[in-house]
């Protein structure tokens, strides 16, 4: 059956199922990516990841939170932000209602300016005695966002959205060199068309194995990995280690 909780009447739905709930974003990409790319990204990795585990347990994936923490993209048109404190409240309440029927809930995050509300709300939802976590979705291995790595992700999945002949070349500047203008003047402060990053080269092929990468690395963590202090689940191999993933602000 199709994961997807909002396809389901609620007698189909299965009491004890394991939810996956994407975290995206309403927020500029560029002149060249929507502004829902975010979402588009976790959605689809919750989805496949679903899929991967139905043959062990029952499964099913929310309908993507998309109004999320982007005030860092404040200044460019079409974002839409509700701030880190109003998107923490909203994680938990929906966490203390989905407990009614479900036992455990995985964030599955592909913006990294939700990783505040995210640890905020876990970290309380853990408290509370809830089994809830997160997983990011990190994409920033090659540039931070709307260059290359998310360009390819959205010509795999949404190819009609993405317009290429508005690419643009942006910040391509390293986090650490960025990071203090940054969060005090937001992504405007440091690019003002909205890249960070070079969507030069970009392919859809490219954006496929991206994707199987991003799904791979999910379905491992969600099916082995235990939450860090952070609620985030972390390999094992990364905890005896001490790495400590974690995802860009931008």
Do not use: Y
């Not at 913006?111 to 809830?130: S, W, Y």
Request: net charge negative; proline share 7%; charged share 20%.
């Amino acid at each position: 059956m199709n994961p997807a909780l909002s396809s389901r009447t609620w007698p189909d739905v299965e009491p004890g199922a394991l939810l996956l709930v994407p975290v995206g974003s309403i927020e500029q990409h560029g002149p060249h990516l929507p502004l829902d790319t975010d979402g588009v990204i976790a959605a689809e990795v919750a989805g496949r990841v679903a899929v991967h585990l139905l043959d062990e347990l029952s499964v099913l994936v929310a309908p993507p939170l998309l109004f999320a923490a982007s005030g860092e993209h404040h200044g460019f048109p079409g974002t839409l932000s509700i701030g880190t404190d109003a998107l923490a409240t909203m994680l938990v309440e929906l966490v203390r209602s989905a407990e009614l029927w479900t036992p455990r809930v995985v964030f599955v995050n592909a913006h990294g300016g939700n990783v505040f509300a995210l640890e905020k709300a876990v970290r309380q939802l853990r408290e509370e005695g809830h089994d809830t976590a997160w997983v990011a979705c990190a994409t920033e291995d090659v540039d931070l966002h709307a260059g290359r790595t998310e360009t390819s992700i959205m010509l795999h999945l949404r190819p009609t959205t993405v317009d290429l002949r508005r690419a643009e070349v942006g910040n391509t500047g390293t986090l650490t060199e960025i990071l203090p203008t940054l969060m005090t003047g937001g992504v405007k402060a440091v690019s003002p068309n909205g890249v960070l990053g070079d969507p030069t080269g970009a392919t859809a092929d490219e954006g496929r194995s991206l994707v199987a990468e991003l799904v791979r690395d999910v379905l491992q963590r969600v099916r082995h990995a235990a939450p860090d202090a952070r609620g985030h689940l972390v390999a094992p191999a990364a905890r005896a280690a001490g790495r400590v993933p974690a995802q860009a602000p931008a």
